[in-house]
């Protein structure tokens, strides 16, 4: 079965600088894959790309969080938590 175009990725050419350990590196990889340098170095980005949309998800998540019990006393919150330490000897 043949691939159109529209079946395929967008890709566009650039023109990076990488460090040269870096490259290096990916010039490895790509050896001991049997995958051209770009296939390396698109997947690292994606990777990277990946770990940095999950944390900005869970800076907003925790920001969210924080904004939802701001003005609850640490009683309140530890109420809220499902922890209610009694004091010691009673």
């Given amino acids: ?28 990889i790509a050896r001991s894959r049997g995958v051209n340098l770009s296939a390396v170095v698109s997947e690292a980005l994606a990777e990277g790309l990946r770990r940095e949309a999950a944390l900005e998800r869970s800076e907003e998540v925790l920001s969210a969080y924080q904004r939802a019990f701001t003005g609850f006393s640490e009683a309140e919150l530890a109420i809220l938590d499902g922890v209610m330490l009694e004091p010691a000897g009673r």
């Fill in 1 to 28: 079965m043949r691939k159109t175009r529209q079946d395929r990725p967008l890709k566009r050419r650039t023109t990076l600088t990488l460090p040269a350990d870096s490259l290096t590196q990916a010039k490895r």
